[in-house]
């Protein structure tokens, strides 16, 4: 079954909310920089914090990326018939 492509308005609006979504992860680890280190240097199993977060950058920013170039039709070639 063919999958159905969102409208340009809900294109632009994905965006700009994961847009938004990363630009505020982006400031709120720049914020609580200090902490997220001390907390990681604390030992036990904080030592998975900086891991998490860079999990979780990833997931969003591309998911931010993919939409943007989305959104200007730019897609990845499909190869399977």
């Known amino acids: ?30 914020a609580y920089e200090d902490r997220v280190l001390a907390m990681a ?8 914090l900086p891991i998490a977060v860079a999990f979780l950058f990833s997931f969003f920013h591309g ?6 170039w989305e959104m200007f039709g730019v897609r990845a070639k499909n190869h399977a018939k």
Not at 41 to 48: L, T
Not at 63 to 68: G, I, L, M, P, R
């Open 41 to 48: 240097r604390e030992g036990r199993w904080f030592f998975i």
């Open 63 to 68: 998911a931010f990326t993919s939409a943007f």
């Open 1 to 30: 079954m063919a999958e159905q492509s969102p409208s340009p308005l809900q294109l632009r609006l994905r965006t700009l909310a994961l847009g938004a979504l990363t630009l505020a992860l982006y400031l709120l680890l720049f």
